[in-house]
């Protein structure tokens, strides 16, 4: 086993969670007492079982502060999925510090500011990082869409061996109601799409599509936050989001790509009146007239909003991304 970091103790994690000039005011037979029974984040640990070809993964998360302190039920996931998947791999390997820090960062501040009846959803979900973070730390309702089965399946596992409450939707979302071929990138499971010229693929499976507003039409859920990430089909699911766009106007995460979705995604979201962020190191949020992918790939997440950013919600971002630093 493979450990990446070192475990906190119960006295860390109380710390971490109850603010200072509370703390001091505890007495210290109940301060003992709630040490025994608050329970300490394990480490990060990745192992591999030849027998079964499956990766292990125990996922400590960060530990909440400010709003959705004391929502948080869960300090550490475990993933049990196929050894071949690459999220997990690297999840395992670095931990949510290293993963997507920033736009998790933003991520988990747009969740405080939704509030408790929060509904999310992550289209494009792969194993469900950001899903799986929100329904440990949040009272939000989770919706993942992914359309791969064999991915669709390890999360529903994940979700199950850890008791999280998230709805695993194995479809696609795009601009029409249907059927489509998706993709299975040779790279990795993480690059799978519904557009044939976006990786090199070895085989195709054919995926039920719905559109946004359809799905909500049809559940009657309507998200207060999405992160959208579908290699490359992000416009064709705005598309199908006519109405939310137009009416609830819901802050999106999005992955922007360099030469394949800029131009549309700055039609769209500018049609509808949202401003353009670019997330940068740490979280920080910078405005933007035009979206220009990242070249190099890694600062690969915009942040887009048709209500103004508050100083409150900027805390926020700092306050999450400290939490989220190894």
């Known amino acids: 086993m493979n450990t990446r970091s070192k475990p906190q103790s119960r006295a860390n994690v109380l710390r ?3 603010p200072r000039s509370v703390r ?24 591999y079982d030849r027998a079964t070809q499956s990766r292990i993964v125990v996922l400590p998360l960060p530990v909440a502060r400010g709003p ?19 999220v997990p791999r690297v999840l395992g390997e670095k931990g949510l510090g290293e993963y997507e820090p920033e736009a998790l960062s933003v991520f988990l501040a747009l969740l ?15 194993v469900g990082p950001f899903c799986l973070v929100a329904a440990a730390v949040s009272s939000a309702r989770v919706v993942a869409f992914e359309p791969a089965p064999a991915t669709a399946d390890a999360l529903r596992a994940i979700k199950i061996d850890n008791d999280l409450k998230i709805s695993v939707e194995q479809m696609a979302l795009g601009d029409h109601d249907g059927e489509s071929q998706l993709y ?19 085989e195709t499976v054919a995926v039920r599509v719905e559109t946004l507003d359809g799905y909500s039409a049809r559940t009657g859920l309507v998200p207060s936050l999405l992160k959208i990430d579908t290699e490359a089909t992000e416009p064709s699911v705005l598309r199908g989001a006519h109405r939310l766009l137009d009416g609830p106007k819901p802050p999106i995460i999005c992955e922007v790509l360099p030469g394949r979705t800029e ?25 933007r007239s035009q979206i220009e992918g990242d070249q190099e790939y890694r600062f690969r997440d915009w942040l887009f909003s048709a209500q103004p950013l508050t100083d409150r919600f900027a805390r926020a971002v ?6 989220l630093t190894p």
């Open 68 to 86: 959705l302190r004391w929502r948080q039920k869960q300090f550490a996931l475990t993933l049990r999925v196929p050894g071949t998947f690459w």
């Open 16 to 18: 971490r969670v109850i």
């Open 318 to 323: 700092r306050r999450w991304n400290e939490a």
């Open 24 to 47: 001091r005011k505890i007495p210290k037979p109940l301060r003992r007492f709630l040490l025994r029974i608050y329970p300490a984040v394990p480490p990060l640990s990745s192992r």
């Open 263 to 287: 131009h549309d995604l700055e039609k769209i979201f500018g049609s509808y009146g949202y401003a353009f962020y670019r997330i940068g190191e740490n979280g920080t949020l910078e405005r």
């Open 112 to 126: 405080e500011n939704a509030g408790r009846r929060a509904v999310f959803f992550d289209v494009g979900s792969n």
């Open 184 to 202: 299975l990138s040779m790279q990795s499971d993480a690059s799978n799409s519904l557009q044939a010229d976006f990786r090199e693929w070895q």
